[in-house]
């Protein structure tokens, strides 16, 4: 496994849950300068863009969704991205990944699933009202 998500939980709503990506010691991502993104999959929905960080943190983007609720912040140090997650709402219950991309450049990111190589196995958030 690249990456492993971890964090998920069930929660109420106004709660908040902080994930967790690890990139494997293993994986050759530890040798290459790569994005964090998160997305995530609801229950009967397409899977969307949540939020992105570059190699080096100084790039951000969420969704409107998310903004102003959730952070992404990353430790290369301990090859660890997380998204901490704040007032939690019943629309935010979603299988969430995180995934990996190689861009060319260090502040690039991207939103598109499509551009993103490696992929955690998801962790469930669940959110009650």
């Known amino acids: 496994v690249q990456l492993q998500a971890s964090g998920g939980g069930s929660v109420l709503a106004g709660d908040s849950l902080r994930l967790t990506c690890k990139v494997s010691?293993?994986?050759?991502?530890?040798?290459?300068?790569?994005?964090v993104g998160w997305f995530r999959q609801g229950p009967g929905k397409e899977r969307e863009f949540v939020a992105v960080?570059?190699?080096?943190?100084?790039?951000?983007r969420y969704s409107d969704s998310v903004k102003g609720r959730f952070i992404v912040s990353r430790d290369n140090a301990e090859r660890t991205v997380s998204l901490q997650m704040n007032r939690l709402k019943p629309e935010d219950t979603a299988v969430y990944y995180c995934?990996?991309?190689?861009?060319?450049?260090?502040?690039?990111?991207?939103?598109?699933?499509?551009?993103?190589?490696?992929w955690g196995q998801g962790t469930q958030v669940t959110v009650s009202s």
């Open positions: 010691q293993t994986s050759p991502l530890t040798d290459r300068r790569y994005a």
């Open positions: 960080v570059s190699f080096v943190g100084d790039t951000k």
């Open positions: 995934a990996a991309h190689l861009p060319d450049y260090d502040f690039a990111v991207s939103r598109q699933a499509s551009d993103y190589t490696y």
